[in-house]
């Protein structure tokens, strides 16, 4: 079973910046983040693949935020620039330790799940 830890959410006001931090056990293949709002729905934000040369985004964050990953410390992080109030949510990473290609955005493909972490932007 992989453990996932998530870090780094906190409040800021618009057109702040945070970074989240995502450190699985194990050897991870994709790494993405979800986000679920207040209307507790979830939104893919981003994933990226081992590598590091397959990332993807979600049209509402492309351009502020960036999904990156340290292979030394098995670590993948979100850096969130110019947040805005319509980013306010708990944001989730998850793992599998398969290459999920055309997948990345489906969260029924990723079995490991971090507990959540509150990020919320004021205006």
């Known amino acids: 079973q992989v453990h996932v830890v998530e870090s780094g959410g906190g409040s800021v006001q618009a057109g702040g910046s945070l970074r989240l931090s995502c450190e699985p056990s194990?050897?991870?293949?994709?790494y993405a983040w979800f986000r679920q709002g207040p209307r507790k729905e979830y939104e893919f934000v981003a994933a990226i693949d081992r590598s590091a040369i397959t990332i993807y985004y979600a049209d509402s964050v492309k351009g502020r935020f960036t999904i990156s990953r340290d292979s030394a410390k098995n670590t993948a992080y979100l850096q969130m620039n110019s947040l805005k109030p319509e980013d306010t949510a708990v944001y989730y990473c998850?793992?599998?330790?398969?290459?999920?290609?055309?997948?990345?955005?489906?969260?029924?493909?990723?079995?490991?799940w971090g507990q959540g972490t509150q990020v919320t932007v004021s205006s």
């Open positions: 194990g050897r991870i293949e994709s």
């Open positions: 998850a793992v599998s330790v398969y290459y999920l290609g055309s997948y990345y955005s489906d969260r029924e493909k990723y079995a490991n």
